[in-house]
């Protein structure tokens, strides 16, 4: 294929692509209901379900400005030759190619999210606010933007400088030494999360003594679930949205609590959720979730290894020469079709896991508690409750509200 063709490649599948997420949007939008249907009688007052709608128009409303931003922004830049320009001008400060390739990328990601900062900033000091979710702070907001900075200029940098060397060193066959070095990536960051990653944002303290302490470990002990410790979570440093989950690969799990979770739910309820965690362990999803990711990996780095050696991917950006840098961009455009594909599939495997780890909690636990737990958590963070079909088929890594009740309750009927 010609420079020009992949060019009008790249563009069609940027614009299919818009499209395509703007219908699903619309008609996930139009599904909602006005008035308090029947079947959430007793899960949203009057006022809350409104509420709730008003979150998701607004939050629709913003969506399709910042896509359609983001979209016109993407559109120009590739039909202007924009890249190749920026790569010229990048070689022209730096000598070494994998230096430029980095700078390259580096300098792409901050001017890229300097951009989205004002978008940031509308999402959570006005949407969020308005809907009484937001508790950050200018500060917090300020920390969280330069932590995040430094840790993607760290394991970014060094990620994207290792996949380079690698390039270099061994031609089309790097993707295999790649793949190794990014599937002990992914170990490590699951092993070392809590403990490493998390507190830079966050602070973890061990839940203290009592009630439900206890109720934790008795459950665990019953269902034979290694439980190392119980931490609580700052997340109303943030959001008074809340959630919970447990991580480590090895031996000893560690679970996480939010701190708002705490506070809205009674004791039967968090271990109801807690006892929902432990099936994912139980039921090896976290473990086949982590075969399925590194499988998925090898998968895009063969394709990568097939087409980033072509001369004509850089010229269709606009470059002058063959460019890893450019060619790397190209190739997450003409991927991402094929990554949609593979996510609708995780997300269908995923919702699977949600059901198996309901009825895990309901049979090892206590069925009423998770579904009063989940109900209490649709209405605190205001969830779509009637989300469309084909929006919920492609995007819901979770089945809706109603559906995992409803899961439940058969199962009632049946034993
Ligand atoms: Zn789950």
Redesign the pocket.
């Known amino acids: 294929m010609n420079a020009e063709n992949i060019l009008i490649l790249l563009l069609v599948i940027l614009s299919f692509d818009f499209v395509f997420n703007k219908v699903l949007e619309f008609l996930n939008i139009r599904s909602m209901k006005e008035e308090l249907p029947e079947e959430v009688k007793g899960i949203y007052d009057e006022e809350k379900y409104i509420k709730s709608i008003a979150y998701a128009r607004a939050n629709n409303k913003f969506g399709l400005l910042t896509s359609t931003f983001s979209f016109i922004l993407s559109f120009c830049l590739l039909a202007t030759g924009f890249f190749g320009w920026f790569d010229y001008k990048v070689h022209e400060l730096i000598g070494t190619e994998e230096l430029v390739s980095l700078a390259f990328f580096g300098l792409l990601f901050i001017v890229s999210d300097i951009i989205n900062i004002p978008f940031q900033i509308y999402d959570t000091f006005v949407i969020e606010e308005k809907f009484g979710f937001n508790k950050t702070n200018t500060k917090t907001f300020i920390l969280d933007k330069l932590k995040g900075y430094l840790l993607a200029a760290i394991v970014g940098g060094l990620i994207l400088f290792v996949l380079l060397k690698l390039i270099t060193t061994f031609g089309p066959d790097f993707w295999i030494y790649f793949w190794i070095v990014i599937s002990i990536f992914i170990l490590i960051m699951n092993m070392f999360y809590t403990s490493l990653i998390l507190p830079l944002f966050n602070k973890l303290t061990p839940l203290e003594d009592g009630e439900l302490k206890d109720a934790i470990k008795t459950y665990s002990k019953n269902v034979n679930f290694p439980l190392d410790n119980i931490f609580v979570i700052d997340g109303s440093k943030r959001s008074a949205k809340s959630n919970a989950f447990f991580s480590g690969i090895g031996k000893k799990k560690k679970i996480v609590l939010y701190d708002t979770l705490i506070e809205n739910h009674t004791k039967e309820e968090l271990v109801a959720v807690l006892a929902?965690?432990v099936g994912?362990f139980k039921k090896k999803h976290i473990i086949s979730g982590y075969v399925l990711s590194i499988l998925q990996t090898g998968f895009t780095l063969f394709i990568m290894s097939l087409i980033i050696f072509n001369p004509a991917m850089s010229s269709a950006l606009g470059g002058s020469q063959l460019a890893i840098h450019l060619n790397l961009l190209a190739f997450g455009i003409l991927y991402s079709p094929i990554s949609h594909f593979v996510g609708i599939f995780m997300n269908m495997l995923s919702r699977k896991?949600?059901f198996e780890?309901d009825a895990f909690a309901k049979e090892t636990y206590n069925g009423k508690s998770l579904q009063q737990a989940l109900k209490k958590l649709s209405v605190d963070n205001l969830s779509n409750l009637f989300p469309h079909p084909a929006y919920v088929f492609i995007n819901y890594s979770?089945p809706p509200l109603l559906k995992r009740l409803d899961a439940m309750k058969d199962d009632n009927a049946n034993s």
């Open positions: 929902h965690e994912h896991n949600e780890a979770h």
